[in-house]
């Protein structure tokens, strides 16, 4: 199957498109320097499967449409897809609850998770908390109660 093009040549209306098009145009992700994996997104629809294969090569992109092996196949139905790209649904979740079904190396699967929006509204980031800090909420929360 020939590459064909992504990146903004992808129709808005298309949820998965746009997020692989998006993904092909940055060409090079920080959050995956020093990873290389290959990923394969394989989309069924009542016209048939559509493949999106994600190759990172130390932080650097590169999308295909092309139906070729790779080090982790993930199998989902279109709504489901667009539910994962556009922060509805999570992937690990999804796979839990068979909304998805993966194949290959989990490391793989993990590494395309990062790629993948938070949920609507989120800012994608969390403050980090120590353990200490937790241990200092408990013995504060004890000490109310007391």
């Not at 949820?15 to 092909?24: H, K, N, R, S, Y």
């Not at 992700?29 to 990172?56: I, K, M, N, P, Y």
């Not at 590494?111 to 200490?132: D, E, K, N, V, W």
């Amino acid at each position: 199957m020939p590459t064909q093009p992504t990146g903004s040549e992808q129709p808005a209306a298309d949820p998965v498109g746009t997020f692989f098009g998006g993904l092909a145009d940055a060409g090079h992700l920080a959050t995956f320097e020093g990873q290389s994996a290959t990923v394969r997104l394989d989309v069924a629809s009542r016209d048939g499967v559509e493949s999106w294969h994600l190759t990172v090569s130390k932080g650097d992109i590169d999308v295909t449409r092309e139906d070729r092996p790779a080090d982790a196949v993930i199998r989902v139905d279109r709504p489901q897809a667009q539910a994962l790209v556009t922060g509805r649904l999570n992937a690990q979740a999804a796979i839990l609850r068979g909304a998805l079904a993966c194949e290959g190396k989990m490391a793989a699967v993990m590494m395309f998770q990062r790629c993948l929006p938070g949920p609507p509204g989120s800012t994608g980031t969390a403050a980090p908390i120590t353990g200490a800090a937790v241990m200092a909420r408990i013995r504060a929360e004890q000490a109310s109660r007391a």
